[in-house]
């Protein structure tokens, strides 16, 4: 179990461009969860994947902002034209049947 | 909705004293309530779980009671080390809507000094 990876562990990029990131879950976990968290806050849900599909989306998912998961294994992240408000850290998890979600590194998008 | 509200912090404590950190939820159904533990520059860990009334979860000499009557489940430790500091979040997890997302609470920076 080698668990949760993300991909980059930190992206700087310019206002207006796009981003994409990686999560690889844990191999045998079918639900694959993305949140978003910044400074001084706690993880707020962005959106879940059972296996391919994508089964719920949170208001903050706004259309600039867009994830798959081909073939449900990993999923990526991508946010189009980004702004200011979108630096964070980006978080993956991932579960199996259990309530326990197991979470990655995250990501460290930084918008300048 | 769910929520999730948790003593703001900074909390500074010297090394063996005793930590409590107080969280209290509000949520439909029966949800799970976690301890997750995020150490500088690294990603959430799971630090202890409670399933349901009245189990307690514990972890590291970390502990937490799920109190279903004063809607809480608050973090101690009887001796905290340097090695505890961190930032400690309170979440819960609702398995009603069948997707469990979890809420967490803002999150309660611990320093352990020497």
């Known amino acids: 179990d080698t668990g949760v990876s993300q991909d980059p562990r930190h992206k700087i990029t310019k206002r207006g461009q796009n981003v994409t990131f990686r999560c690889d879950p844990i191999?045998?976990?079918?639900?694959l969860y993305w949140y978003r968290q910044t400074l001084g806050q706690g993880p707020e849900f962005l959106t879940y994947f059972q296996n391919e599909a994508q089964l719920e989306k949170s208001r903050l998912l706004s259309d600039r902002f867009s994830a798959e998961r081909p073939k449900g294994s990993f999923s990526t992240l991508e946010i189009q034209r980004t702004e200011q408000g979108d630096s964070a850290m980006y978080l993956c998890?991932?579960?199996?049947?259990?309530?326990?979600?197991?979470f990655g590194p995250g990501t460290r998008l930084t918008v300048l | 909705g769910n929520s999730v509200t948790q003593m703001e912090g900074p909390v500074t404590l010297s090394e063996e004293a005793f930590l409590t950190i107080n969280c209290t939820y509000t949520?439909?159904?029966?949800?799970?309530l976690f301890w997750y533990v995020q150490y500088p520059g690294e990603g959430l860990q799971l630090l202890l779980k409670a399933t349901k009334a009245d189990d307690k979860g514990s972890n590291k000499g970390f502990e937490a009671t799920y109190r279903k009557e004063t809607t809480s489940f608050h973090l101690e430790k009887g001796s905290v080390q340097v090695s505890d500091s961190a930032v400690y979040f309170c979440a819960l997890s609702d398995g009603s809507g069948g997707y469990q997302k979890v809420t967490f609470g803002t999150g309660t920076k611990l320093q352990v000094i020497p």
């Open positions: 998890a991932s579960k199996d049947s259990t309530d326990t979600q197991y």
């Open positions: 949520a439909t159904g029966y949800p799970s």
């Open positions: 191999s045998e976990h079918n639900r």
